[in-house]
C-alpha cells in the first residue's frame, strides 16, 4: 500500500510563508534570477550538489524542469518551489520535498539550496521551517529524511536546529561533483514535529 492515492492538489499548489521569506513554485518569467543567482553561487554549490553543465542552464532546460516539477505536483510525487526574501521578492534559494510516498510510509526526501549572498542569513531555515510544517499539517506525512555530506557543518547545524536527528552514515550516497560521497542522514517525524510544536505553544 505505499502508493495509495495521494491527498487533493490544493496541497501541492502551496504560497508558503515563514517570516523572512516565502516559497512558491518557479515560473518562466524567474528564469533570469534564477540564472544569475545560480551562476554567481557555482563555486559554492557545486561542493555539495552534483555539478551541472551550460546545458542544464538554459532556457529551454529551465522550462522542461518546471514542466517536470508540475507534473510531480499534480500528481502528488513532489514539491519543488523557490525561496523568496519575503520583504523584496528577491530569490535567495530553492527547497524540495521529493520521492513522497504515501500508504504505510507517508514519508518524502527533503532539499534545499541557498545562493552564495544569502547564506547565514536565516533564509534556509525558514525555508526547511515552512516546508516541514506543510508536509506534515497539509500533506499528512509521518517521516521526513534529509542528506547532507559530513563536511556540511552549515547544513548539519540547520537540520539539528529544524528538529532532525542524525540516524547515521550512508556511504557513497550521491555523486557530487564527480565523485560518490558518504552523506549523513536525518530525519524528523510528525511526532518529533507536534512535540516541538507543543513547546513553543
Known amino acids: ?13 502551496p504560497l508558503l510563508v515563514q517570516d523572512p521569506v516565502l516559497l512558491r513554485a518557479g515560473a518562466v518569467s524567474d528564469y533570469p534570477a534564477w540564472l544569475s543567482l545560480r551562476e ?4 559554492h ?3 555539495w550538489e552534483e555539478s551541472w553543465t551550460p546545458e542544464q542552464a538554459t532556457l529551454s532546460a529551465f522550462k522542461r524542469r518546471l514542466r517536470n516539477y508540475d507534473r510531480e505536483a499534480r500528481r502528488g510525487g513532489g514539491l519543488s518551489l523557490l525561496v523568496f526574501r519575503l520583504s523584496d521578492n528577491v ?7 521529493t520521492n513522497i510516498r504515501y500508504g504505510a ?15 547565514r542569513r536565516g533564509y534556509g531555515a525558514a525555508a526547511v521551517a515552512a516546508l516541514k510544517s506543510h508536509a ?11 542528506a547532507c555530506q559530513p563536511g556540511n557543518i552549515a547544513s548539519q547545524k ?3 536546529r529544524s528538529g532532525f536527528v542524525r540516524e547515521g552514515r550512508a556511504r557513497d ?6 565523485a560518490w560521497r558518504d552523506h549523513d542522514i536525518y530525519a524528523i517525524t510528525a511526532a518529533d514535529h507536534r512535540k516541538a510544536a507543543a513547546t513553543l505553544s
Do not use: D, H
Open 1 to 13: 500500500m505505499l502508493f495509495a492515492p495521494a491527498p487533493s492538489n490544493p496541497a501541492f499548489q
Open 40 to 43: 554567481r553561487s557555482r563555486a
Open 45 to 47: 554549490l557545486t561542493e
Open 91 to 97: 530569490l535567495v534559494g530553492g527547497a524540495t520535498l
Open 105 to 119: 510510509s507517508r514519508s518524502g526526501v527533503l532539499g534545499y539550496w541557498v545562493g552564495a549572498p544569502f547564506t
Open 136 to 146: 506534515f499539517e497539509r500533506l499528512g506525512l509521518n517521516r521526513i529524511v534529509a
Open 158 to 160: 540547520l537540520l539539528e
Open 173 to 178: 550516497y550521491l555523486k557530487i561533483n564527480g
